[in-house]
């Protein structure tokens, strides 16, 4: 098995521009793909999805949902103050 030159070299990040920057990881194997993202505002999320398309396919899927994820983050007006994990597990 040979891993993604991406894998062996961990999560990416964007350069500190404000003492605070984006991590990420994004990954595939037959039949998934995945993103997860900690951003430079304390956010944190997880996509998963049974379906890979590679090749210039495939980073248009993870850019589209990238770029989604951020949207939807930005699309919230109020977080909760109080953390609601008890409730949905």
Sequence with gaps: MRL??????????????????????????PGTTTLVVRAWNGLA???????????????????ALDNSMWTASR?????PTADLFGEFH
């Design 4 to 29: 993604h030159r991406r894998v062996r070299r961990g999560p990416d990040r964007d350069a500190p521009t404000t003492g605070n920057a984006n991590w990420w990881h994004t990954g595939s194997l």
């Design 45 to 63: 999320w997880a996509a998963f999805f049974n379906a890979r398309t590679e090749g210039p396919a495939g980073d248009a899927f993870v850019a």
């Design 75 to 79: 699309a919230v007006t109020s977080w």
